[in-house]
């Protein structure tokens, strides 16, 4: 019994370790996160920014059209594996986890998962 047990831990702990890596903090360098949920109206690569039409509660009913910039440190996932920001493209949607950087008041993206077509906006 404790060796199926320690069997089962050694072979379930790296996975929840490898997806760990995959979810964001609740925290990125000591600012409090929030989460964004919408489709994305246009993107500036140069200027590392993206304007989400962002939709609110369970309705697709765009509730605002928001500015981000893109953290110094920020990831980019579809389908789990990290791509590059150049790959997302006007239209995705996306459910981004961002912060609002107090020097400069902008809002700061630190992850941005680009959910495919079988993807729920909503939590």
Known sequence: M???IALSLT???PLCFSFR???PAEEFEGHPLKIA???????DWVASKIELKWFSGS????????IFK???????YKNYKKIQFTEVKTSDRVRMHYY???ATGSLKVVN???LTNDANIPP
């Open 2 to 4: 404790i060796k199926k």
């Open 11 to 13: 072979l379930i702990l």
């Open 21 to 23: 890596t995959l979810l």
């Open 37 to 43: 949920r919408g489709k994305v109206s246009s993107i």
């Open 59 to 66: 309705v697709e009913m765009p509730s605002d059209t928001v």
């Open 70 to 76: 893109l953290a110094d440190k920020a990831v980019v």
């Open 100 to 102: 609002e950087d107090p």
């Open 112 to 114: 941005i998962e680009v």
